[in-house]
């Protein structure tokens, strides 16, 4: 969809009250939803696949453990795959929202039971027919929350959504509250979202504009912080979290979405950055507290 009709339907949406606001984007988005479940569960199972080569690379068994994930999104396949595969005993899945419906979970759970016959656990009939060890939190700010006991903290574009006050006061929680030596492992998408259905916009098109110009363009339904990786890297550091590792990929000199990078004028406040630093995207952080 062009980027400028997108960002005109969420304005309409921000406009009416919360409820009826999330009542009729999640009606829109089913509407506009052409992907089929494999075409869903694929990026995940490949998230869960990178994810499980970082674990083993830094010697982190989850097996019987319980793990927490912030930002549950729609559908519950990485919480899935962590319980079938990596053999976890409980996932605990926080969203500020509430995207979570029985429908596309019932469908969700099928493909799972037929993939994982023996380790994928029973339903609950009456919690959203999500399988045993999934427990979700909707509508719930992780950091007014009694953390679960937990091996791993979890999350998957969804740093990129929360402000930096909150990211800050969520990590200085996780090192205050969490046994020392518990691990932290985000995906982060920093890129400009408005570029991922309409290519005509640059991956870091957002960068041009001010913080005060960008605010009037974003709403609730697509806000993004627009941190770079160094500030992601300092705002962890600043929480006396040790980093890990991190990767990132930048975009091939040679390709279209560099051309468009080098066609944005970038405001001031993103001026001390360097190209590397303002392309960096598919952002992986091990953390340790
Ligand atoms: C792009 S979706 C990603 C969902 C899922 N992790 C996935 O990979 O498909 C971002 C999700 O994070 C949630 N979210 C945004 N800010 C949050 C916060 N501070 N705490 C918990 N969830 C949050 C949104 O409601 C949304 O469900």
């Not at 259905?197 to 991956?203: G, M, Y």
């Not at 040790?242 to 405001?267: C, G, I, M, W």
């Amino acid at each position: 969809m062009n980027h400028k009709r997108k960002t005109q339907l969420f304005h309409f949406l921000d406009l009416l009250p919360r409820r009826f606001g999330f009542a009729l984007y999640h009606t829109l988005q089913r509407l506009a939803d052409k992907k089929s479940l494999p075409q869903k569960i694929q990026p995940a199972e490949a998230t869960f696949r990178n994810a499980q080569t970082i674990l083993q690379q830094h010697g982190i068994n989850l097996e019987s453990s319980s793990i927490i994930e912030i930002g549950s999104g729609w559908l519950p396949s990485i919480p899935y795959f962590f319980l079938s595969e990596a053999k976890v005993a409980e996932v605990h899945t926080y969203d500020f929202n509430q995207h979570y419906n029985t429908n596309a979970i019932t469908a969700l759970n099928a493909v799972f039971k037929e993939r994982f016959p023996k380790s994928f656990p029973p339903i609950q009939p009456n919690n959203y027919g999500l399988a045993q060890g999934v427990t979700y939190h909707p509508k719930t700010n992780l950091i007014h929350s009694a953390l679960p006991n937990s091996a791993l903290v979890f999350s998957r574009f969804v740093l990129e959504h929360v402000t930096p006050e909150d990211l800050r006061e969520m990590h200085q929680k996780f090192k205050k509250e969490l046994p020392a030596g518990t691990h932290i492992l985000h995906f982060i998408s920093p890129s400009d979202h408005r570029a991922h259905s309409d290519r005509s916009l640059s991956l870091q098109d957002f960068l041009q504009y001010s913080e005060a110009e960008w605010n009037k363009i974003q709403t609730k339904f697509d806000y993004h912080n627009r941190l770079r990786l160094p500030q992601y890297l300092s705002l962890f550091k600043g929480c006396a979290l040790e980093v890990l590792s991190v990767s990132h990929d930048n975009p091939d000199p040679e390709s279209k979405r560099y051309q468009q990078f080098k066609a944005v004028t970038v405001h001031d406040d993103f001026k001390d950055f360097t190209e590397e630093e303002l392309t960096a995207g598919s952002i992986v952080v091990l953390l340790k507290t």
